[in-house]
DNA sequence: CTCAAATACGAGCGGTCGCCCGTGTTCGTC
DNA sequence: GACGAACACGGGCGACCGCTCGTATTTGAG
């Protein structure tokens, strides 16, 4: 339906998307979508507002390729982090390591990630992009949770799923905020907000 | 400063003003403050857009009002919950309801207000009103715990603090989605991580 | 009753935005 | 080397935005 009846692109048109993208991406988490002109876009991945309009068919195309390309790189990004093999080996602490850090890798590379696939100023179908992302996060915190605690039921498993990513996601704008002893501070702070909250569901000890 | 040099209001006024506000935080609520535009919130309202500007030097002055009321009302709702007396008295579980239910009720008959206050689709003086809600809530939140459990750091106090106000806001837009069970179930789990992440620095058991 | 202040109106100004289109240029293919 | 498709340009159109202003009406104080 949206599909933008594949056009044959050449290299150097490739490129000028991903110059678009590029340029979409730190406007928009410098000064939010609305206030970001598409004029504004072209200019900063340097063509005219007519070149911009020979790969995107309007403004919202932009943000959505791009809150699609994110979630692409975030889904890559986490695929080995949510691994269900060998969820019962680890202590607690070491799946929540291996869960939060790369979540934390990944936002502090892509800033404005979280400008774009969490902000209310927001078309509604690039929320519709987002949506599947937060789905899939959430299905696969549930699905590592059905391995370790497999004594809860289905909802209070997803339940926990949904609690544990929201605090995760709460916590990742300061984290990203700061650097260095400050950010291993704060993300140290979230594992245990973490732990403390899942920790007393948990059957497999510490 | 931003003082709008004390204009004599009458009682008509003093309503339409009113009247512009709540069209204002529903249109906000519905719209976001960038697709929200003057004449449609004149419209609303039930006036002209020169009326509008009778009362409001300018768009920003509109959010920024809107801003101030609510985090009065927030203010006065809230500050039987923040009492630091008696808070040893009082169980883990007790503490949190007593701060936790206000924190649900108010803005379950507000909603809008964490679209305008936690959206950054805003002008940097609408921040600027509603840093000072956030920052002191902080600060409550710290006090109490400073209370509760003397025996933490500053910085561990205004750490814990914070990301347990955090972890509230987090837990707050699914919370006011939903109704009846539901939202029981849902405060029931913020309660639970609240519990899961202070339970640990408490000195005072459960 | 009078009158200045407060309130109300709404057409429309100046500006910006998303986007189009006429035209010219470069690329891949044969 | 020729040719069509892809790419590139940028002036500017139409719509809408925040806001103004000239004017008319209502209000409360004296």
Redesign the interface.
């Known amino acids: 339906m949206t599909q933008p009846r594949a056009v044959k692109r050449q290299a150097r048109g490739r490129q000028r998307i991903a110059d678009i993208l590029d340029a979409a991406l730190a406007l928009f988490a410098e000064n ?4 970001t002109s598409t004029n504004a876009i072209a200019a900063r991945a340097g063509m005219s507002p007519g070149s911009l309009y020979q790969f995107f068919p309007n403004k919202e195309a932009i943000a959505e390729a791009l809150s699609t390309h994110l979630v692409e790189q975030m889904r890559a990004a986490h695929s080995s982090a949510f691994d269900p093999s060998r969820v019962t080996d680890l202590t607690l602490h070491e799946l929540i390591d291996r869960m939060v850090d790369p979540l934390v890798t990944f936002n502090v590379s892509h800033p404005g990630a979280k ?1 774009l696939l969490a ?3 927001m078309p509604a179908g690039t929320h519709g992009a987002a949506r599947p992302l937060h789905e899939a996060v959430v299905d696969r915190v549930a699905a590592v949770i059905q391995a370790r605690i497999p004594t809860l039921s289905a909802a209070e498993r997803d ?2 799923a ?2 544990s990513v ?2 995760v ?3 990742m704008p ?1 984290i990203v905020a700061v650097e260095g002893a400050e950010r291993r ?2 993300t140290a ?2 594992k ?2 973490l ?6 569901l948990d059957s497999a000890g510490s």
Chains 1, 2 share one sequence.
Not at 32 to 35: A, D, I, L, T, V
Not at 195 to 200: C, D, N, S, V, W
């Open positions: 939010g979508y609305e206030r400008a902000n209310t100023d339940l926990a949904m609690v929201r605090i996601a709460a916590m300061p501070a704060l702070e979230l245990k907000a732990y403390g909250y899942i920790a007393p």
